[in-house]
T-cell receptor, first 114, second 116 residues
Framework: QKEVEQNSGPLSVPEGAIASLNCTYS??????FFWYRQYSGKSPELIMS????GDKEDGRFTAQLNKASQYVSLLIRDSQPSDSATYLC??????????????FGKGTKLSVIP | EPEVTQTPSHQVTQMGQEVILRCVPI?????FYWYRQILGQKVEFLVS????????KSEIFDDQFSVERPDGSNFTLKIRSTKLEDSAMYFC??????????????FGPGTRLTVL
């Protein structure tokens, strides 16, 4: 059974600081990883995807992937109060016919303190 | 910007009753999914649907669950005889078919199902 583990938090950071969110996964053959943001009572919203080892940057967000360690992280620079949400790590599992399913972690709750 | 829509936003039902949750996918999307999230728990995959048939289903998706696309637009999830433990937020997600590697599942706003 594929597992995705995240520290549930809450993780509190002051406004303007860097927030670091971590995720580990159990299936060594997993190739594709996603970070979603979920505000309370809302649906998941994709922030970033990452497929290759190393860093991928998009604005204030940087995703990092280390397949050897089965570890994915998300850095949020210059954190804003509006970044306060639960961040979900998800791993892609191919289903065939071009489809895939997502296995989610439980999420890390981030609180950015003004 | 096109969005996935879901109705109703909140459904309250008695245990043992049938419920149908509806989703309207983004118009050119061909892959459809249902996920659920029990309060305080992780988002869990239920089923994927493509070309008018189920592609894959999880252990959660037992004989009480069914999906269909009755009119070529709506995508529905039916729970035949609801149980208390079916209370959750149900998310529909859809995805377009691309030849590329990078394709995203877009999530609808969810239907909160409460079984009493």
């Amino acid at each position: 059974q594929k597992e995705v583990e995240q520290n549930s938090g809450p993780l509190s950071v002051p406004e303007g600081a860097i927030a670091s969110l971590n995720c580990t996964y159990s299936d060594r053959v997993s190739q594709s990883f996603f970070w979603y943001r979920q505000y309370s009572g809302k649906s998941p919203e994709l922030i970033m995807s990452i497929y290759s080892n190393g860093d991928k940057e998009d604005g204030r967000f940087t995703a990092q992937l280390n397949k050897a360690s089965q570890y994915v992280s998300l850095l949020i620079r210059d954190s804003q109060p509006s970044d306060s949400a639960t961040y979900l790590c998800a791993v892609k599992s191919e289903s065939g016919a071009g489809s895939y399913q997502l296995t989610f972690g439980k999420g890390t709750k981030l609180s950015v303190i003004p | 910007e096109p969005e996935v829509t879901q109705t109703p936003s909140h459904q309250v039902t008695q245990m043992g009753q049938e419920v149908i949750l509806r989703c309207v996918p983004i118009s050119n999307h061909l892959y459809f999914y249902w996920y659920r999230q029990i309060l305080g728990q992780k988002v869990e995959f239920l089923v994927s649907f493509y070309n008018n048939e189920i592609s894959e289903k999880s252990e959660i998706f037992d004989d009480q669950f069914s999906v269909e696309r009755p009119d070529g637009s709506n995508f529905t999830l039916k729970i035949r005889s609801t149980k208390l433990e079916d209370s959750a937020m149900y998310f529909c997600a859809t995805m377009r078919k691309t030849s590329g590697y990078y394709n995203e599942q877009f999530f609808g706003p969810g239907t909160r199902l409460t079984v009493l």
